[in-house]
Antibody, heavy 119, light 111 residues
Framework: EVQLVEAGGGLIQPGESLRLSCAASGFNVSNYFMNWVRQAPGKGPEWVSVIYSSGTTYYADSVKGRFTISRDTSKNTLYLQMNNLRVEDTAFYYC?????????????WGQGTLVTVSS | QSALTQPASMSGSPGQSITISCSGTDSDIGRYNLVSWYQQHPGKAPKIIIYEANKRPSGVSNRFSGSKSGNTASLTISGLQSEDEAVYFCCSYAGISIHVVFGGGTKLTVL
């Protein structure tokens, strides 16, 4: 059974850093395009970042230069390093697996972890 | 403001059918047949219910159907049931620069 479990969220001050993790089971993260998607309370989702099976990474303009996506295949875990956090980064952060099409049709999502950036 | 436009809320009675629209542009929905729809119950992870505009993943009820015309995609839920009460949001591939865009979500209430 495919499962994704995020961790690492919390309350943090503007300018600080946080690392989220997403532990996967039931498949290998290195064989799929893996994404981070965030959703501010009461808002629609926003795509944040992707890491392809090749290791190529892409980011939304809103986080480029501040966030870094990575994976550890030995732990079958996806990560999101978030630096210089801003109030507008406050959201639930989900990891999501790209389905077979490879075009951002997310067939599995985690339960999400809440990041609150506030002074 | 989300890139794709959905009605914020809709309602229907058990047994009825409803259609949720998702309006995009020539750069996303209008260009690619890569629209997906998700159902999200409170406090739960989103669940994919439609991909490639009109395909249903294994295990998803055939009461859910998707379509696309021009820059607008639609999700139809037939024979509404109480468990269909949830937020539904659409998503479209938008090319190599933007990657993917989402709708703001539609809260469906089953009266």
């Amino acid at each position: 059974e495919v499962q994704l479990v995020e961790a690492g969220g919390g309350l943090i001050q503007p300018g600080e850093s946080l690392r989220l993790s997403c532990a996967a089971s039931g498949f290998n993260v290195s064989n799929y395009f893996m994404n981070w998607v965030r959703q501010a309370p009461g808002k629609g989702p926003e795509w944040v970042s992707v890491i392809y099976s090749s290791g190529t990474t892409y980011y939304a303009d809103s986080v480029k230069g501040r966030f870094t996506i990575s994976r550890d295949t030995s732990k079958n875990t996806l990560y999101l390093q978030m630096n210089n956090l801003r109030v507008e980064d406050t959201a639930f952060y989900y990891c999501a697996r790209d389905g077979d099409s490879g075009y951002y049709e997310f067939d599995y999502w985690g339960q999400g972890t809440l990041v609150t950036v506030s002074s | 403001q989300s890139a794709l436009t959905q009605p914020a809320s809709m309602s229907g009675s058990p047994g009825q059918s409803i259609t949720i629209s998702c309006s995009g542009t020539d750069s996303d929905i209008g260009r690619y047949n890569l629209v997906s729809w998700y159902q999200q119950h409170p406090g739960k992870a989103p669940k994919i219910i439609i991909y490639e505009a009109n395909k249903r993943p294994s295990g998803v009820s055939n009461r859910f159907s998707g379509s696309k015309s021009g820059n607008t995609a639609s999700l139809t839920i037939s024979g509404l049931q109480s468990e269909d009460e949830a937020v539904y949001f659409c998503c479209s591939y938008a090319g190599i620069s933007i990657h993917v865009v989402f709708g703001g979500g539609t809260k469906l209430t089953v009266l």
